[in-house]
């Protein structure tokens, strides 16, 4: 629900460039107040909450879905309907004139005979007894003959239009208002004993001080409370004194100040687009809408399309958006990584806005994760650094950084800023006789051992020192000073905090500093693998969204990206070619993720790669051969030549073949030019294993 009390109503835009206000006070006249709301009008929480919804695979936006059938019906032409019917017309007119005519004798007329008095003819009973009988032998005909020219088929095909289809299933019942299962009520609550705090409940629905982010979070915190019955005074106590507000978010933020996108809080759900009702997609999904939720987000998703495809508007942002809605909702928590002035919202829709390279920035970045292992903060940091340099082993570069975190940690209670590491890793003599007078007088022995170690690898060969430090240097500019501070005198972010409701943005100095931003993106990518995997409570969805993934995907990361749907997490990440993954990873990429992404406009290479991941399927194919007919009798031939000078071809006969082959779902070439603007072909997985085939999609036009 938007501010002003609709549901998925597009964003508020500025006043057209031109338009002059009116002045301050009533118009002159006011139109009438209309009598009831327009037709299109956005439902009431109540309504909402009634609507039915139910989904036969994923992907389905189930708010006030149909269902329908498997497979298409067989369909016969309009036209041979029509002959056919207009055959059965006339076949059963002729009949009717061979039995009034006595062409056929007078059997027909025995029935009306045996049960017509005598005492009857030729009075007036007898003339209405025989035309009753006379129009029940018309019915008779018209019902058969009706029944063998598809009367019924044609008079619907021509009432109803073709979008009118069978249905698979029934549609679920609305509930009764008042009953026992309307949701308005909140049933579950009343069930456990809880009745005045469902009655409370229903009267904020009611009297509309009620949005859907409520709903889902009061739900949501009944949930907590139904694991832990503990829990169910101060639920109460909360929903009595705060009402709509009872159980609300840290930020005190009920709703996002704007939305760009429908969604569906109750089903987790918001609406990308809908299916194409054409035959490249199955038949039971034609027409359909379509919507991301956790289910298949928990397998994570790749978007490939060049620049102006509509990534960040038809994609990204809806789904950031329904994720902050649900961290609105205590469902999720979801950091969004995009470069400075992407159209991911407003900075009011977030807890956390890190604007790395800005002044301004309120807060700032932990670079290694809130962890206080030197080991795992060398490998995330390895990673980062130099996980995209071809040749050198992450593995000597996360000892070769472990040597000198380690030692720092254990002599100062905290780990190198930036400006240091980078004099450790360039050797400055200063730098390392500090850092051993310090351990020496703190008695760390194993860690001396540590620094002596790293120093005798130095003049190495394939030392991975001289790599790091040239990569650490691109995060010592004057551009970021002050930032990733490890002195405690900054409010770092870091993603350890996947645990709690957050919405974070992440703004990356894309165009001064590619190379650095490409470094913390490769950084946050892992560290988000590590902490997902690494939370001791995983109830909360915990989702990363990458605006542009481009040069940010390493071996190891991709490799990440396969435990997250047991985590409970999942990634969003776009890109404008597979160009921009090195070419050994695109492959394993393609296959660790469970949702693919091709929007209008990619290369044929980069359709090619989708080709396989997507397979091949098989399909029924008619193939026909026109042959000439020679005829061998005069009078055959001489028609035959009457019909070609008429029609200018040669008498043939078709020979039909059909036969069942296997073809790809979408070959290269479709997906780089089929694919019409607007348009994008998505196939979708289950964290459960159910699988939607790819499917061509009209993306949802959003602010």
Same mark, same amino acid.
């Given at each position: 629900?938007?501010?002003?009390?609709?549901?998925?109503?597009?964003?508020?835009?500025?006043? @057209?460039?031109?338009?002059?206000?009116?002045?301050?006070?009533?118009?002159?006249?006011?139109?009438?107040?209309?009598?009831?709301?327009?037709?299109?009008?956005?439902?009431?929480?109540?309504?909402?909450? *009634?609507?039915?919804?139910?989904?036969?695979?994923?992907?389905?936006?189930?708010?006030?879905?149909?269902?329908?059938?498997?497979?298409?019906?067989?369909?016969?032409?309009?036209?041979?309907?029509?002959?056919?019917?207009?055959?059965? $017309?006339?076949?059963?007119?002729?009949?009717?004139?061979?039995?009034?005519?006595?062409?056929?004798?007078?059997?027909?007329?025995?029935?009306?005979?045996?049960?017509?008095?005598?005492?009857?003819?030729?009075?007036?009973?007898?003339?209405?007894?025989?035309?009753?009988?006379?129009?029940?032998?018309?019915?008779?005909?018209?019902?058969?003959?009706?029944?063998?020219?598809?009367?019924?088929?044609?008079?619907?095909?021509?009432?109803?239009?073709?979008?009118?289809?069978?249905?698979?299933?029934?549609?679920?019942?609305?509930?009764?208002?008042?009953?026992?299962?309307?949701?308005?009520?909140?049933?579950?609550? *009343?069930?456990?004993?809880?009745?005045?705090?469902?009655?409370?409940?229903?009267?904020?629905?009611?009297?509309?001080?009620?949005?859907?982010?409520?709903?889902?979070?009061?739900?949501?915190?009944?949930?907590?409370?139904?694991?832990?019955?503990?829990?169910?005074?101060?639920?109460?106590?909360?929903?009595?004194?705060?009402?709509?507000?009872?159980?609300?978010?840290?930020?005190?933020? @009920?709703?996002?100040?704007?939305?760009?996108?429908?969604?569906?809080?109750?089903?987790?759900?918001?609406?990308?687009?809908?299916?194409?009702?054409?035959?490249?997609?199955?038949?039971?999904?034609?027409?359909?809408?379509?919507?991301?939720?956790?289910?298949?987000?928990?397998?994570?998703?790749?978007?490939?399309?060049?620049?102006?495809?509509?990534?960040?508007?038809?994609?990204?942002?809806?789904?950031?958006?329904?994720?902050?809605?649900?961290?609105?909702?205590?469902?999720?928590?979801?950091?969004?990584?995009?470069?400075?002035?992407?159209?991911?919202?407003?900075?009011?829709?977030?807890?956390?806005?890190?604007?790395?390279?800005?002044?301004?920035?309120?807060?700032?970045?932990?670079?290694?994760?809130?962890?206080?292992?030197?080991?795992?903060?060398?490998?995330?940091?390895?990673?980062?650094?130099?996980?995209?340099?071809?040749?050198?082993?992450?593995?000597?570069?996360?000892?070769?950084?472990?040597?000198?975190?380690?030692?720092?940690?254990?002599?100062?209670?905290?780990?190198?800023?930036?400006?240091?590491?980078?004099?450790?890793?360039?050797?400055?003599?200063?730098?390392?006789?500090?850092?051993?007078?310090?351990?020496?007088?703190?008695?760390?022995?194993?860690?001396?051992?540590?620094?002596?170690?790293?120093?005798?690898?130095?003049?190495?060969?394939?030392?991975?020192?001289?790599?790091?430090?040239?990569?650490?240097?691109?995060?010592?500019?004057?551009?970021?000073?002050?930032f990733f501070d490890t002195t405690g005198q900054g409010r770092p972010f870091s993603?350890?905090?996947?645990?709690?409701?957050?919405?974070?943005?992440?703004?990356?100095?894309?165009?001064?500093?590619?190379?650095?931003?490409?470094?913390?993106?490769?950084?946050?990518?892992?560290?988000?693998?590590?902490?997902?995997?690494?939370?001791?409570?995983?109830?909360?969805?915990?989702?990363?969204?990458?605006?542009?993934?481009?040069?940010? +995907?390493?071996?190891?990361?991709?490799?990440?990206?396969? *435990?997250?749907?047991?985590?409970?997490?999942?990634?969003?990440?776009?890109?404008?070619? $597979?160009?921009?993954?090195?070419?050994?990873?695109?492959?394993?990429?393609?296959?660790?993720?469970?949702?693919?992404?091709?929007?209008?406009?990619?290369t044929t290479w980069d359709g090619k790669r989708f080709a396989e991941a997507w397979?091949?399927?098989?399909?029924?194919?008619?193939?026909?051969?026109?042959?000439?007919?020679?005829?061998?009798?005069?009078?055959?031939?001489?028609?035959?030549?009457?019909?070609?000078?008429?029609?200018?071809?040669?008498?043939?006969?078709?020979?039909?073949?059909?036969?069942?082959?296997?073809?790809?779902?979408?070959?290269?070439?479709?997906?780089?030019?089929?694919?019409?603007?607007?348009?994008?072909? +998505?196939?979708?997985?289950?964290?459960?294993?159910?699988?939607?085939?790819?499917?061509?999609?009209?993306?949802?036009?959003?602010?």
């Amino acid at each position: 629900m938007d501010t002003d009390g609709t549901y998925g109503t597009d964003e508020k835009r500025p006043p @057209r460039a031109g338009h002059v206000p009116r002045p301050a006070g009533p118009p002159p006249s006011l139109p009438p107040k209309p009598a009831h709301a327009p037709a299109d009008s956005a439902p009431s929480l109540a309504d909402w909450l *009634r609507t039915p919804r139910s989904s036969d695979g994923p992907g389905v936006w189930t708010y006030g879905h149909v269902p329908r059938a498997a497979e298409e019906p067989e369909r016969t032409p309009t036209r041979q309907l029509i002959s056919g019917a207009l055959i059965a $017309l006339l076949a059963g007119l002729l009949l009717w004139s061979l039995l009034w005519n006595g062409y056929l004798g007078g059997f027909w007329l025995w029935p009306l005979y045996m049960f017509t008095p005598d005492s009857w003819a030729g009075k007036l009973p007898s003339v209405v007894a025989s035309y009753i009988w006379y129009g029940l032998v018309i019915a008779i005909l018209a019902v058969g003959f009706g029944r063998l020219g598809r009367w019924p088929e044609l008079a619907r095909r021509m009432l109803r239009s073709r979008a009118v289809q069978a249905v698979q299933a029934a549609v679920p019942a609305r509930p009764e208002e008042g009953g026992p299962d309307d949701p308005v009520g909140w049933p579950q609550v *009343r069930g456990a004993g809880l009745g005045e705090t469902a009655d409370r409940l229903g009267a904020e629905v009611g009297a509309g001080r009620m949005n859907d982010v409520d709903y889902a979070r009061i739900r949501r915190a009944w949930e907590s409370v139904r694991a832990e019955p503990a829990r169910a005074t101060a639920f109460a106590d909360a929903v009595r004194d705060k009402g709509a507000g009872a159980c609300v978010h840290p930020s005190g933020a @009920r709703d996002l100040p704007v939305r760009a996108a429908r969604h569906d809080l109750l089903a987790r759900q918001v609406l990308l687009g809908t299916v194409d009702d054409s035959e490249r997609n199955p038949y039971g999904r034609r027409g359909t809408r379509l919507a991301l939720d956790p289910a298949v987000l928990g397998t994570s998703l790749l978007a490939v399309g060049p620049s102006g495809a509509g990534k960040t508007r038809q994609l990204v942002r809806p789904v950031v958006e329904s994720l902050a809605l649900q961290a609105l909702a205590g469902q999720a928590a979801v950091i969004a990584v995009a470069s400075a002035g992407a159209q991911l919202g407003p900075d009011t829709a977030y807890d956390v806005v890190v604007r790395v390279g800005d002044p301004d920035s309120v807060y700032d970045l932990d670079l290694y994760g809130g962890t206080t292992d030197a080991d795992e903060a060398a490998t995330l940091l390895a990673e980062a650094f130099v996980g995209d340099v071809p040749g050198l082993e992450v593995r000597r570069a996360a000892t070769a950084l472990a040597q000198l975190l380690g030692p720092f940690r254990a002599a100062y209670g905290r780990f190198p800023a930036v400006p240091e590491l980078r004099e450790l890793l360039d050797r400055v003599p200063e730098a390392l006789g500090g850092l051993r007078t310090d351990l020496e007088a703190a008695g760390q022995q194993m860690m001396l051992r540590e620094l002596d170690a790293r120093e005798r690898q130095y003049a190495a060969q394939g030392d991975p020192g001289p790599a790091l430090a040239d990569r650490v240097a691109l995060l010592d500019r004057p551009a970021f000073a002050g930032f990733f501070d490890t002195t405690g005198q900054g409010r770092p972010f870091s993603l350890r905090a996947l645990e709690h409701p957050l919405r974070v943005r992440i703004d990356l100095p894309e165009r001064g500093h590619a190379d650095a931003s490409r470094i913390l993106a490769r950084l946050l990518l892992a560290q988000f693998n590590a902490s997902a995997a690494a939370r001791a409570d995983r109830s909360l969805f915990a989702f990363l969204a990458f605006d542009d993934a481009s040069h940010t +995907l390493t071996p190891q990361t991709v490799r990440g990206l396969q *435990r997250l749907r047991s985590a409970n997490a999942g990634v969003l990440l776009t890109l404008r070619t $597979l160009d921009d993954v090195p070419e050994a990873l695109r492959t394993p990429l393609l296959g660790a993720v469970g949702c693919r992404m091709a929007f209008s406009g990619v290369t044929t290479w980069d359709g090619k790669r989708f080709a396989e991941a997507w397979g091949t399927e098989w399909v029924e194919t008619r193939d026909v051969t026109h042959r000439t007919v020679f005829a061998d009798q005069p009078l055959t031939r001489a028609i035959h030549a009457f019909r070609k000078l008429v029609t200018g071809k040669a008498v043939t006969t078709d020979a039909v073949t059909v036969r069942q082959v296997e073809r790809e779902r979408w070959s290269a070439s479709e997906l780089a030019h089929a694919v019409p603007p607007g348009y994008a072909v +998505l196939s979708l997985t289950s964290v459960r294993g159910e699988r939607a085939a790819p499917l061509l999609v009209r993306l949802a036009a959003t602010g």
